[in-house]
């Protein structure tokens, strides 16, 4: 079914063809304004020169000896005046008069000087829709003598028509004025906001049908006014979005990758198990203690593992939760990373002993490992790193805090964001995004307290 909308032309419905359309109604609309005072200044004109016409008749009149003139002389000057009948009246008295033998009946009386423009209009368009003649006893005062009142009887037919011929000729140049003027305004707004407003629906189009091809170009701003302000906002959303998307097909590459290496990995780490366990039997002093050390990091590989392939499939954390003591669980941190930092490594460790927390320990040990080893890896592995446990109002922080030379004020406010907030050669910017995730499944959140030349320390939350 064809809706109705479609049978306009396209061309009809663009934004160009409604301003060309409204600007020509505008003017259309000013011209009318504009003439309903015309037509009425036409008419008083119109009637103040017949009775100039009229005053001059009587001149030639008053120029006769007896101030009698023959018929076929009154006829002529009547003919000139253009009226049936002319008079002339001095301080209220009827000083000269011409007039026909058997003018017709008097229809209306025009008299000058007591009507407003309102009525003055009215009267205008009342006197141009007024069908058929009729006779008008029109008075003014003279022009050459304000105290000289002069009277024409006039036909109301002429003066119809030349209304209505002034009225042709307004309409007229009405239609020319429009069609000037909504072709320039039509040329100046297709120009400054049609096709700007064109190029940005067609980058608009262009990028939703494929937003991640990087060899299509965005829109670049060239503007300073609104239309470059929404060419920049739609280039930096643009930006983000594939950006974005440039990051999901990452994280998709990453859990697939994952999920391979995770197969492959508990393989190995079963092994690894198995060859612990076998060491732990054994009646050797020195594998006797270092074989629990042993035994708790391939546990603690394996856990991790899993974590990280529930994190690759973007399902929520699933907490065990354990009253743990901190204290402990920073010690752990620190045999975990101290081994690998090498001599250069200064640890100190502020935890009471009675700092206790109901968390799943693999998970907050995930959490302090990766944020101990970003600090160990900015300071190269040489420097001071400092775990210290504090009672907040509402929960329990956890600082960790670092010599090293700060974070890039680039790589600040994409932090916690996958792939986003690496400074190091290499890295890949999933160490804060894991442990953010881990402290909100617990709840609290992970926080950059301050960075800068003198090192930088992050707060890790957690709720009592």
Do not use: C
């Amino acid at each position: 079914m064809v809706a109705p909308g479609d049978l306009v032309p396209k061309t009809a419905r663009s934004l160009s063809a409604r301003l060309l359309l409204l600007t020509a109604l505008f003017v259309m609309l000013a011209e009318v304004l504009i003439y309903l005072p015309s037509i009425a200044r036409f008419r008083v004109v119109w009637l103040e020169e017949r009775l100039s016409a009229a005053h001059l008749a009587l001149l030639a009149l008053d120029a006769t000896p007896d101030a009698m003139v023959s018929d076929e002389l009154r006829r002529e000057l009547l003919d000139h005046a253009g009226a049936r009948g002319v008079a002339l009246k001095r301080e209220g008295r009827r000083m000269l008069m011409l007039i026909e033998d058997m003018p017709p009946a008097v229809d209306r009386l025009v008299e000058f000087g007591k009507d407003g423009p309102m009525m003055l209009m009215m009267d205008a368009l009342a006197a141009m829709t007024r069908e058929g003649g009729g006779l008008m006893r029109v008075i003014g005062t003279s022009a050459r003598d304000a105290q000289t009142t002069v009277e024409a009887l006039l036909d109301a037919a002429p003066l119809r028509q030349a209304m209505l011929d002034y009225s042709a000729r307004i309409l007229n140049l009405s239609i020319v004025i429009s069609l000037i003027t909504g072709a320039l305004v039509y040329v100046s707004l297709h120009w400054s906001i049609v096709r700007p407003m064109r190029r940005l629906t067609k980058s608009i189009a262009r990028f939703r049908a494929s937003p991640e091809d990087q060899s299509r170009p965005l829109i670049e701003p060239g503007r300073g006014d609104e239309i470059g302000l929404a060419e920049s906002e739609l280039l930096r959303m643009q930006q983000e979005l594939r950006a974005a998307l440039h990051q999901k097909t990452r994280l998709a590459a990453v859990g697939t990758a994952v999920a391979k290496i995770g197969h492959d990995l508990g393989n190995i780490l079963a092994t690894a198990q198995l060859v612990s366990d076998r060491l732990a039997a054994s009646q050797d002093p020195e594998v006797k203690r270092i074989a629990p050390r042993l035994i708790g990091a391939v546990d603690r590989a394996i856990q991790l593992s899993e974590a990280t392939l529930r994190y690759g499939n973007a399902g929520a954390l699933r907490l065990s939760l354990v009253p743990t003591p901190l204290r402990d669980l920073i010690e752990e941190v620190k045999a975990a990373i101290a081994p690998a930092a090498g001599e250069g490594l200064v640890w100190i460790s502020e935890a009471p002993d009675a700092a206790l927390a109901s968390v799943d320990r693999t998970q907050l040990f995930r959490a302090l490992f990766n944020l101990a080893n970003n600090a160990v890896q900015a300071m190269g592995g040489v420097g001071e790193i400092r775990l210290s446990v504090r009672t907040a109002a509402d929960g329990l922080a956890i600082d960790v805090a670092d010599t090293g030379p700060g974070i890039p004020v680039q790589l600040r406010e994409r932090l916690f964001e996958p792939f986003a907030g690496s400074g190091r050669a290499g890295g890949h910017g999933l160490g804060l995004a894991i442990a953010q995730e881990i402290a909100r499944a617990h709840g609290g959140q992970v926080l950059l307290l301050r960075t800068g030349d003198q090192g930088t320390v992050f707060r890790l939350e957690l709720p009592f």
